[in-house]
């Protein structure tokens, strides 16, 4: 059974640093390309950032470039969301994601920036 | 960057009526196009993948089609359970993004 299993979140105050984890298991996390979006509260889905599955290819949405990094160890078969700069706006609940005809979504964690 | 625009924002429909939710890609995306459904709580579940194939284990009333840079997901025969909000995404070219959800209730 494939699962996605995120930690991590809580709250942080504006201007700090935060790291997400994404646990992978029940498939062969090194064969596929993985994917961090959020939903703000009450809001609709936004993707975040994007990397392959060598980390070759790297993407973000403009709203984090620059402050958010995605990484991952394929030996630990985890997926990574280094957050800095935090800012309210960021405030969310984050989901890693495996796309594809077999489409496969943590349960997602909840960052909160605020003072 | 890619636009998706999505409607209607909302839709309230009866049972047993055909529902259809549209998205608008502001330029070519091909078939890059998934259809979601999110239920409140819960995390989205795919419906459609590749502008039309149906996803495992969806129900055969929903279906997807294209026309053009035009993307639609139908509903035959509504049920209770197809309530919640229906989003769609284009990952044919990075940014990523969702159009701004449809949220469907009944009437």
């Known amino acids: 059974e494939v699962q996605l299993v995120e930690s991590g979140g809580g709250l942080v105050q504006p201007g700090r640093s935060l790291k997400l984890s994404c646990l992978a298991s029940?498939?062969?996390?090194?064969?596929?390309?993985m994917n961090w979006i959020r939903q703000a509260p009450g809001k609709g889905l936004e993707w975040v950032a994007s990397?392959?599955?060598?980390?070759?290819?790297?993407y973000y949405a403009d709203t984090v470039k620059g402050r958010f990094t995605i990484s991952r160890d394929n030996a630990k078969n985890t997926l990574y969301l280094q957050m800095t700069s935090l800012r309210s706006e960021d405030t969310a609940l984050y989901y890693c994601?495996?796309?594809?005809?077999?489409?496969?979504w943590g349960q997602g964690v909840m960052v909160t920036v605020s003072s | 960057d890619i636009q998706m625009t999505q409607s209607p924002a909302s839709l309230s429909a009866s049972l047993e009526e055909i529902v259809t939710i549209t998205c608008q890609a502001s330029?070519?995306?091909?078939?890059?196009l998934s259809w979601y459904q999110q239920k409140p709580g819960k995390s989205p579940q795919l419906l459609i993948h590749?502008?039309?194939s149906l996803a495992d284990g969806v129900p055969s009333r929903f279906s997807g089609s294209r026309s053009g840079t035009q993307y639609s997901l139908k509903i035959n025969r509504l049920q209770v359970e197809d309530t919640g909000i229906y989003y769609c995404?284009?990952?044919?070219?990075?940014?990523?993004?969702f159009g701004a959800g449809t949220k469907l209730e009944l009437k």
């Open positions: 330029q070519d995306i091909g078939n890059y």
């Open positions: 990397i392959s599955s060598s980390s070759s290819y790297i």
């Open positions: 590749s502008a039309t």
């Open positions: 029940g498939f062969t996390f090194s064969n596929y390309g």
């Open positions: 995404l284009q990952h044919y070219s990075a940014p990523y993004t």
């Open positions: 994601a495996r796309h594809g005809a077999k489409d496969y």
